[in-house]
Nanobody, 124 residues
Framework: QVQLTESGGGLVQAGGSLRLSCAASGRTFSNYVMGWFRQAPGKEREFVARISRSSGSTSYSSSVKGRFTISRDYDKNTVYLQMNSLKPEDTAVYYC?????????????????WGQGTQVTVSS
């Protein structure tokens, strides 16, 4: 079992920045890939970013690449999503998640554990 708790969401103007945090517990943190997803009202949950067990590999959706950065702190068992140059279309509930072993990190249905989500609202 893995427990995930997100924080750091809020209201920000377009062009601003936010850093989301996801604290993990329950299993050895370095043993699993971590991902971020988001879901806007009326839309499906979509992949945002993921980071490998060793932090040696990261992946991003095309819509956030170059603006968002995923990272992890092994001492704090926490994964971060630094979001810069925010746009109104980034408005969504953001979730961190852990995929099943060997799962395709791009698809939400491949993820086994989810946090409760944190709201990000970007005003124009």
């Amino acid at each position: 079992q893995v427990q995930l708790t997100e924080s750091g969401g809020g209201l920000v103007q377009a062009g601003g920045s936010l850093r989301l945090s996801c604290a993990a517990s329950g299993r050895t943190f370095s043993n699993y890939v971590m991902g971020w997803f988001r879901q806007a009202p009326g839309k499906e949950r979509e992949f945002v970013a993921r980071i490998s067990r060793s932090s040696g590999s990261t992946s991003y959706s095309s819509s956030v690449k170059g603006r968002f950065t995923i990272s992890r702190d092994y001492d704090k068992n926490t994964v971060y999503l630094q979001m810069n140059s925010l746009k109104p279309e980034d408005t969504a509930v953001y979730y961190c998640a852990v995929p099943r072993p060997g799962g395709n990190y791009y698809y939400a249905h491949e993820y086994e554990y989810w946090g409760q989500g944190t709201q990000v609202t970007v005003s124009s």
